[in-house]
């Protein structure tokens, strides 16, 4: 049993495992990412004459800053129900799937009111 596994583990692609730790470490780093990337990023989008495409008024700037950590809150009640029906692999395949989506929609926007509309169903 143990000569079987060590065989399989020296054939092994590396290649593999390291994608499979890049997925797992995804939604740790996109924890860190939505917890400080609105410090960072909220003082360029609320000056009027910068040259991003994005900017805030006050009001979406207090929205940007304070929906992560509820949203935090409702994700981490919500896997553990999911991780008992689906499993964590694919909790987690799911969860890693939705935040390349989001982040691909979110980056890809050129304006605040394209993410609204978009979520709002009125594009």
């Not at 395949?93 to 929609?105: E, K």
Request: aromatic content about 8%; charged content about 10%; overall charge positive.
């Amino acid at each position: 049993m143990v000569d079987t596994i060590l065989r399989q583990q020296e054939t092994a692609s590396t290649i593999r495992l390291y994608m499979s730790a890049g997925v797992i470490a995804l939604p740790c780093i996109a924890a860190g990412a939505g917890i400080g990337y609105p410090a960072v990023a909220l003082p360029f989008y609320t000056i009027p004459t910068s040259n991003l495409p994005i900017h805030l008024s006050q009001q979406q700037a207090t929205w940007f800053v304070s929906l992560s950590a509820p949203m935090q809150l409702v994700g981490n009640l919500l896997v553990g129900v999911i991780m008992e029906r689906i499993g964590r692999k694919k909790t987690i395949l799911i969860s890693s799937l939705l935040l390349v989506i989001a982040f691909f929609i979110i980056t890809s926007a050129p304006t605040y009111e394209v993410i609204y509309k978009l979520f709002n169903n009125t594009i």
